[in-house]
């Protein structure tokens, strides 16, 4: 009997906290605007990928596959969640005729009941219901400001600074090595600032609770994307190819991935020109490498490419390697190979940087 009824307080229990809702709730008494989002942070370099959310409500629409959610507009969204473990997220507006957006500082959605009031327009919010990893988001914040403060964001940091901040979260995470927190402070800091060497140093020191997660895993990809040196065999269609053969002749190679709908692509092809002609004679190849697969958008490149007198070797990466096998993540992308088949460089449409770089190491 005493067996049973052990037996029967443990399912009790278990059924009790299973009924437990967990939400997201939204008050929105003075909003001026037609519909709101539940998105992840923007991002480069592929870390959209690492966000998976399990959010649902009435009349709520699911808009991509990371699970962000479109709202039903009321005064009060309460969002039901069901989370593994604490994930970033924004509110977020975007008026497609207006061509307009705008996103909210980042909070963390985790098992609990968090409450936010949108106070305005522009999407500032208060927590009327905070969490643990909102109030350890606050606090990494305050300890990483003077770190932040020197960096800018999708722009070419001293590497100096870089490392002073991930010296700091590297502390951090050695006496907290289940913080979650620190875990997408690294991944935002790779979006932002690009790959560093430390960042897989730091991702060794989370604690196993951490390591069995679906972002520790994905993210860990990405490192490796990263920092892989070597350049990969790239196969673009059935005829064309790109491996370390075709990088042995020259001293450089700089390949040039763009796409016909980047305007910051096309703009720069003027400068690309203008080092094609002052380093073809020096040991340095050109490429472009299209990101482009159906026949209308080809003959688009093909007339742009014409107009700008483009006339080094473009492929079309109709297989879709590029991205995958270089976590090419977005446009102008340029990467300079050596001729051992060594990835030296690689920089998102910082042509000023490539013409350093390029001077400094002919010479």
Excluded at 204 to 225: I, N, S
Excluded at 244 to 265: G, R, S
């Amino acid at each position: 009997m005493k067996k049973l009824t052990v037996l029967f307080l443990l399912l009790f229990i278990q059924s009790y906290f299973a009924q437990k809702e967990s939400s997201l709730e939204i008050q929105l008494p003075d909003l001026k605007i037609d519909s709101i989002y539940i998105t992840y942070p923007s991002g480069a370099r592929n870390t959209h990928l690492l966000h998976h959310y399990k959010l649902s409500t009435t009349g709520s629409k699911i808009i991509n596959e990371q699970g962000d959610i479109k709202l039903p507009m009321s005064e009060n969204v309460k969002i039901i969640t069901k989370m593994a473990y604490p994930q970033p997220a924004n509110v977020s507006y975007y008026d497609a005729v207006k061509n307009y957006g705008m996103q909210s500082k980042t909070f963390f959605i985790e098992n609990g009941n968090l409450k936010l009031l949108i106070k305005d327009n522009e999407l500032n919010y208060d927590f009327l219901a905070s969490s643990p990893a909102n109030i350890e988001y606050d606090n990494l914040k305050i300890i990483l400001e003077k770190y932040n403060s020197k960096l800018k964001p999708f722009e070419n940091n001293d590497p100096e600074n870089i490392n002073a901040k991930e010296l700091e979260l590297q502390n951090y995470i050695k006496k907290n090595p289940k913080s979650f927190v620190a875990l997408w402070e690294m991944v935002d800091d790779l979006s932002r600032y690009g790959y560093q060497p430390i960042y897989s140093e730091n991702l060794k020191l989370f604690d196993t609770t951490v390591k069995k997660t679906f972002v520790y895993t994905e993210f860990g990809k990405l490192l490796k994307l990263e920092a892989d040196n070597i350049f990969p065999n790239i196969n673009l269609d059935n005829n064309n190819h790109l491996s370390k053969e075709t990088f042995k002749n020259h001293k450089l190679t700089l390949i040039d991935y763009w796409a016909t709908f980047c305007q910051p692509c096309i703009n720069d092809m003027p400068k690309l020109l203008e080092l094609y002609k002052l380093y073809k004679d020096k040991g340095v190849n050109f490429i472009s490498v299209t990101d482009e697969q159906t026949p209308e958008r080809i003959d688009k490149a093909k007339q742009i490419l014409k107009k700008n007198n483009v006339s080094w070797e473009n492929y079309f990466d109709k297989n879709k390697e590029f991205p995958k096998k270089l976590n090419a993540a977005g446009y102008p992308l340029q990467i300079l190979v050596d001729s051992n088949g060594n990835i030296v460089k690689r920089t998102y449409g910082e042509l000023d940087v490539i013409s350093e770089f390029l001077k400094d190491y002919l010479n």
